[in-house]
């Protein structure tokens, strides 16, 4: 799993829920394990909960920095960042490295885990849910000009929102 080496003040509490289905028929997966771990220490276990029948395990209190953090734009990130991992008997394990934990909300994480090939393959496939546009290292945005040439082809991008109508 990627090294994101997050260190941040989390006095908060924000919830974990999860939904397990099977990719192929929609169908929920039952038992299936949501281990929860720490995103610089993959081997730190903050808690693992199952699904029940539905293919949805309960609500769980997760750290979250304060929600003050996310009212006013500023440089420190709003919420916290977990590594989960899923797991189910006849399935491949599905890894998630980057779920963001907000205060006082409910994150929910849709899994749909496809069942394993007849080789008994063990591999695990990692989906890495990259740092929010605001707090992630990202190129600055290409300027443009305010005012667009109206007779060239392609896309147009206005200033403000403009809602067409009929005349």
């Known amino acids: 799993m990627p090294s994101l080496q997050i260190t941040q003040d989390l006095p ?6 999860a939904n397990i289905t ?17 995103i610089n220490d993959p081997n730190i276990v903050i808690d693992e909960i199952t699904t029940d029948q539905n293919g949805q395990t309960d609500s769980i209190e997760l ?5 003050e953090y996310s009212l006013e734009p ?9 590594n989960i991992q899923v797991s189910a008997p006849g399935y491949e394990t599905q ?3 980057g779920a963001e934990i907000l205060s006082g909300q409910t994150a ?15 591999t695990a496939q990692l989906y890495v849910i990259p740092p929010h546009t605001l707090y992630g ?5 290409i300027p443009e000009d305010e005012i667009k040439d109206v007779t060239q082809t392609g896309e147009i991008v206005l200033s403000r ?4 109508s009929a005349v």
């Not at 500023?74 to 977990?82: A, C, E, L």
């Not at 899994?111 to 090939?117: F, K, T």
Request: no cysteine; aromatic share 8%; proline share 12%.
């Open 12 to 17: 908060d509490r924000g919830l974990f829920r």
């Open 22 to 38: 099977s990719r192929l028929g929609a169908r929920p997966i039952e038992n299936a394990t949501v281990r929860i771990s720490n």
């Open 63 to 67: 750290a979250a920095p304060p929600v």
């Open 74 to 82: 500023n440089d420190t990130q709003p919420y916290s960042v977990y």
């Open 95 to 97: 890894n998630f490295s």
């Open 108 to 122: 929910l994480q849709d899994v749909q885990m496809l069942p394993l090939e007849r080789t008994e393959s063990d």
């Open 137 to 141: 290292d990202y190129p600055p945005k």
């Open 161 to 164: 929102v403009v809602i067409p």
